[in-house]
């Protein structure tokens, strides 16, 4: 199957279902760019969900920015400071809930087929834009 073709001989599909885990469909990867880093000093991450390459959802997780350098120290200790603990593969992000394994056409449309990109919040900054 290697050469792109299912079983049947027909052309596969690159957002076919069949073609990553189910179970686990979001991956974490970690940065190892300079500076990518979360506020506790652990490599900044994001989770993939393979779908279609020339499509893509980028959700930026919300965390609300250090108001101050205290504030920056403190955060070091809480989801919103690291990377520690995060699952490697995990099947569900409630933030985004419905984008996992039970992802639905009638609810979102053709973006159940595009890969999917969820950016963990960890370093005290704001996004906007």
Not at 14 to 33: E, I, Q
Not at 43 to 59: C, L, N, Q, S, T
Request: positive net charge; charged residues 20%; contains cysteine.
């Amino acid at each position: 199957l290697s050469s792109g073709l299912n079983m049947h001989g027909r052309r596969r599909r690159l957002h076919d279902r069949k073609l990553y885990d189910l179970k686990n469909p979001w991956t974490l990867h970690s940065l190892s760019a300079p500076g990518a880093i979360c506020l506790d000093g652990t490599p900044a991450a994001f989770y993939h969900k393979a779908g279609d390459p020339r499509r893509f959802h980028i959700f930026l997780e919300g965390g609300g920015w250090c108001y101050s350098t205290a504030d920056c120290i403190r955060r070091q200790t809480t989801a919103f400071g690291t990377t520690k603990g995060l699952a490697s593969r995990v099947g569900r992000l409630n933030q985004i809930s419905g984008l996992g394994d039970h992802c639905s056409n009638d609810t979102f449309g053709s973006l159940c087929n595009f890969t999917h990109v969820y950016v963990h919040y960890c370093d005290g900054s704001s996004f906007a834009g």
